[in-house]
């Protein structure tokens, strides 16, 4: 089992920043691909971003590539989110999510953490 605790949402006004973090609690954190998702107002909920394990590959969408970056700290467990230039259709819950090498889907998700972004 892994547990998954998102922080760091809130309000930002559009053009700004802000950080998520989403910590872990399984010690094996290197070995998952840990990703975050997002599911705006009325909408499906959509992968923004993905970082395999250790230092492997990193995944964007294409409407936050250039502004979203996905990092990750195994010595912490935590993976983060850095969000600039924030655009209001970037408004969503904002959910991190993990998911062991080889499985095909992610298995553990957080509770999601709520990013509003106002025009």
């Known amino acids: 089992q892994v547990q998954l605790v998102e922080s760091g949402g809130g309000v930002v006004q559009a053009g700004g920043s802000l950080r998520l973090s989403c910590a872990a609690s399984?010690?094996?954190?290197?070995?998952?691909?840990m990703a975050w998702f997002r599911q705006p107002p009325g909408q499906e909920r959509e992968i923004v971003a993905a970082a395999s394990r250790g230092k492997g590959a990193t995944y964007y969408a294409d409407s936050v590539q250039g502004r979203f970056t996905i990092s990750r700290d195994d010595a912490k467990n935590t993976v983060f989110l850095q969000m600039n230039t924030l655009k209001p259709e970037d408004t969503a819950v904002y959910y991190c999510?993990?998911?062991?090498?080889?499985?095909?889907?992610?298995?553990?998700w957080g509770q999601g953490t709520r990013v509003t972004v106002s025009s």
């Open positions: 399984r010690r094996t954190f290197s070995l998952l691909t």
């Open positions: 999510a993990a998911k062991r090498a080889g499985d095909a889907s992610y298995d553990y």
